[in-house]
């Protein structure tokens, strides 16, 4: 039997992964993320605490529960924390991968890492698997380092790279959209940048290729974003549109005056051919993802 162990299984893609894998029989499933408590039921699905920069921990419980599979949903993921905690990004981001590369390979389990379009420049997206990283933030060196330990430590691995990720969630950060419906549902101006340009994507794509590219076995690199390039400017008025909210509180800015801790890369997105032919994977355009957001919004009583 698949015995899969989850890291990170609070987060955003973390909850949809526990989601979509728990309940089938056929597969073991353990989930594990640095807090005590998990957001769902572990009366439901099988949770333990678990910090993957420590070492002696990340060692005991995987061979104890010696899975076949070990899937990092954990990692930290705002990229202006990490340019200012340099340190405890490393620990994370690329620490914590060593450390459950290490375990895997006393266990021969296989591991699946999502990594991110911040490994790139941003100067001449959309990118494909075999583009050259350049990475330009602290978050995008600290992720390609962390691809980096998994490509060259002999163990069966799958890198899912993926852009601006969004979705409902109990507990987590607020990703783009939420942040856009937030702000103006209380009226509050935004500023968003019209020339940062990328494919948003539904956590829900990202979910379906790492579960198929589990199912199939698949190893390698694999691009998965939305179907639709928009700037951040664009995807805050589609966002508010769509929710039936004030687009004129949306200020179109240059990324310049954002004054971001970190750079952005500008132009990014992805190739998704190999996903779609490899994974069958068909994204999402943006109109479908917020609309899976507004109905998920709904359920979770948040409308
Ligand atoms: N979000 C995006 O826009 C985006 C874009 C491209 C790629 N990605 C990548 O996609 C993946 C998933 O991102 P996400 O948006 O789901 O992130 P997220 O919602 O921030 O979830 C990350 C989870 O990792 C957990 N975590 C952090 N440090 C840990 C540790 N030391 N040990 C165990 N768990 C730890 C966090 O736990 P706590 O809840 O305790 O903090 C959090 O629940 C990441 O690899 C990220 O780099 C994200």
């Known amino acids: 039997m698949n015995r899969i162990l989850?890291?990170?299984s609070n987060g955003l893609f973390g909850q949809r992964l526990a989601l979509m894998l728990s309940p089938?029989?056929?597969?073991e499933v353990l989930n594990t993320s640095r807090k005590r408590s998990?957001?769902?039921?572990?009366?439901?699905?099988?949770?333990?605490?678990?910090?993957?920069?420590?070492?002696?921990?990340?060692?005991?419980?995987?061979?104890?529960?010696h899975p076949t599979t070990i899937i990092n949903a954990a990692a930290a993921a705002d990229v202006d924390w990490c340019e200012l905690h340099r340190e405890d990004a490393w620990k994370i981001n690329v620490v914590g991968v060593e450390n459950l590369i290490e375990a895997a390979r006393k266990v021969g389990a296989r591991l699946?890492?999502?990594?991110?379009?911040?490994i790139f420049d941003g100067t001449h997206g959309p990118y494909s698997e075999d583009d050259k990283?350049?990475?330009?933030?602290?978050?995008?060196k600290s992720k390609l380092a962390?691809?980096?330990?998994?490509?060259?430590?002999?163990?069966?691995?799958?890198?899912?790279?993926?852009?601006?990720?969004?979705?409902?969630?109990?507990?987590?950060?607020d990703n783009f959209?939420?942040?856009?419906?937030?702000?103006?549902?209380?009226?509050?101006?935004?500023?968003?940048?019209?020339?940062?340009?990328?494919?948003?994507?539904?956590?829900?794509?990202?979910?379906f290729a790492a579960v198929k590219g589990f199912e199939l076995n698949r190893e390698g690199i694999y691009h998965i974003c939305g179907r639709e390039r928009v700037s951040r400017f664009?995807?805050?008025?589609?966002?508010?549109?769509?929710?039936?909210?004030d687009t004129g509180l949306i200020q179109r800015v240059k990324s310049s005056d954002l004054n971001q801790t970190a750079p952005r890369p500008l132009v990014t997105g992805f190739v998704t051919l190999k996903a779609q032919t490899e994974l069958g994977l068909h994204p999402m355009d943006i109109s479908q993802g917020l609309t899976v957001l507004k109905r998920e919004l709904q359920g979770a009583g948040r409308n």
């Open 38 to 65: 998990f957001v769902f039921d572990d009366r439901l699905f099988d949770y333990t605490q678990l910090d993957i920069t420590k070492k002696g921990d990340v060692k005991s419980l995987v061979s104890s529960f």
């Open 6 to 8: 989850i890291c990170g």
């Open 133 to 140: 990283p350049n990475p330009i933030s602290y978050y995008g």
């Open 146 to 173: 962390s691809e980096n330990a998994i490509r060259i430590a002999g163990i069966p691995y799958t890198i899912f790279r993926t852009i601006v990720l969004y979705g409902h969630g109990i507990g987590i950060r």
């Open 234 to 245: 664009q995807f805050a008025v589609r966002t508010a549109e769509l929710f039936g909210l």
């Open 112 to 118: 699946i890492h999502i990594s991110t379009d911040y």
């Open 177 to 207: 959209p939420l942040w856009v419906v937030k702000n103006l549902r209380a009226c509050r101006t935004i500023h968003c940048s019209e020339d940062q340009f990328s494919n948003p994507t539904h956590v829900n794509d990202l979910a």
């Open 24 to 27: 089938q029989t056929e597969y």
